[in-house]
């Protein structure tokens, strides 16, 4: 069963019996959002044309407040995520991000959940996107990419999407100075990330929450 939950900034979330889990953290939904995919991954890239892979499409708030950033300071980019577990229309349209955040992209957000599923699609000249239903841990991989949004249900939820392994595997189709963001900061996440090839920066996390994680690809020389 999936429930919707009011956080501290009004924004809702969802809280997933599956997993005994919620979407977001109950201090902010849209907050923890924008400070660690927007504000740690997308602005601080500060590329103007941007390939970004989601892994866990979810509530689809990261891929809506990319969108909105991407009008706001003409970045063009290239959006794909991947989900096994996506989430209903019904359930979608009682989430409030669009009356928050951007009431006349209500129609966009709506598209997000209600497109064609591993079908790429024009939303406008500056943004592309797809959504790919399946397992990440059996994705093949046919691009290069310059941001990762890592944002699955937590380590001890989904152990096999936090190891080396994996790490290992979007280390390799990640672009020189590409960077993942991600809001878990525990020890086995920063260990796997850095025995993958990394350069892991732990940062100060949004209200509620202590530290997140930036890893880096670097073919510079390590330091």
Known sequence: MTKII?????????????????????????????????????????????????????????????????????????????????????????????????????SIFNLFHECEWNKDIAINELFTFKKVLGDFTKYDFDNKYDIIYFDAFAPEKQPELW??????????VLNNKGILTTYSSKGIVKNNLREAGFIVKRLKGPEGKRHILRAEKTEDEKF
């Open 6 to 106: 009011t956080t501290k900034d009004k924004s809702t979330t969802l809280y997933t019996e599956k997993f005994d889990e919620h979407y977001h953290s109950t201090f902010g939904a849209i907050n923890e959002s924008l400070h660690i995919f927007i504000n740690e991954g997308l602005l601080y890239s500060n590329l103007k044309t941007v390939n970004i892979f989601e892994v866990g499409f979810g509530t689809g708030l990261n891929a809506f407040l990319t969108y909105i950033q991407s009008q706001k300071s003409n970045i063009t980019v290239n959006y794909i995520c991947i989900e096994k577990f996506p989430i209903q229309k019904n359930i979608a349209n009682q989430l409030n991000y669009p009356e928050l955040l951007s009431p006349e992209n209500k």
């Open 163 to 172: 190891n080396l392994s994996i790490f290992q595997k979007v280390y390799t």
